[in-house]
T-cell receptor, first 111, second 112 residues
Framework: DVKVTQSSRYLVKRTGEKVFLECVQD?????MFWYRQDPGLGLRLIYF???????EKGDIPEGYSVSREKKERFSLILESASTNQTSMYLC??????????FGSGTRLTVV | GQSLEQPSEVTAVEGAIVQINCTYQ??????LSWYQQHDGGAPTFLSY????GLEETGRFSSFLSRSDSYGYLLLQELQMKDSASYFC?????????????FGGGTRVLVKP
């Protein structure tokens, strides 16, 4: 089974902190994604990557950056956390043309 | 651009049939996918329609009609464990990689 592992299930950070969310997949997928999920707003794409060191902005990239130095790892960075970034963050991976496999999510609270 | 509309919530009893519609406005896409997400869990892939017509997987079926800009997920013989949120998604033709755009999700509540 494909596994997508997110490093933390729950995180609490302070406003202004730099926050790193880590995601690792074990099936050699070329594509990796970061979504945030908020009640009533569904899944919104923050950033995605279709190859090592390649990244593209999604629909809501402001306040975020990403890093993909290795194929299996895709990191989401909140440069200066703000309360409006309190959310559930979901990482996913896939082959091109294939369905997504999601991680279990990281519930981030910024206080 | 892409926009997918789903009802926000559906309630039904065990054993019933539920149809979750997904209407979309998009400039072109490869196919329509459906994902299931239980409360507190990760979304999981359910089905994919590349072509028009019906795809059946056990109690769940999915349908696509490109000419009508419409698709649906059909849940039959509802069970309590089917209580979850269901998302439709499309992969735009012009998108790099395997980017999906998701609908807002439909929360299905199954009652005894």
């Amino acid at each position: 089974d494909v596994k997508v592992t997110q490093s933390s299930r729950y995180l609490v950070k302070r406003t202004g902190e730099k926050v790193f969310l880590e995601c690792v997949q074990d099936m050699d997928h070329e594509n990796m994604f970061w979504y945030r999920q908020d009640p009533g707003l569904g899944l919104r794409l923050i950033y995605f990557s279709y190859d090592v060191k390649m990244k593209e902005k999604g629909d809501i990239p402001e306040g975020y950056s990403v890093s993909r130095e290795k194929k299996e790892r895709f990191s989401l960075i909140l440069e200066s956390a703000s309360t409006n970034q309190t959310s559930m963050y979901l990482c996913a991976s896939s082959f091109t043309g294939g369905g997504y496999t999601f991680g279990s999510g990281t519930r981030l609270t910024v206080v | 651009g892409q926009s997918l509309e789903q009802p926000s919530e559906v309630t039904a009893v065990e054993g019933a049939i539920v149809q979750i519609n997904c209407t979309y406005q998009t400039s072109g896409f490869y196919g329509l996918s459906w994902y299931q997400q239980h409360d507190g869990g990760a979304p999981t892939f359910l089905s994919y329609n590349a072509l028009d017509g019906l795809e059946e997987t056990g109690r769940f079926s999915s349908f696509l009609s490109r000419s009508d800009s419409y698709g649906y997920l059909l849940l039959q013989e509802l069970q309590m464990k089917d209580s979850a949120s269901y998302f439709c998604a499309v992969r735009p033709v012009k998108a790099a990689g395997n980017k999906l755009t998701f609908g807002g999700g439909t929360r299905v509540l199954v009652k005894p």
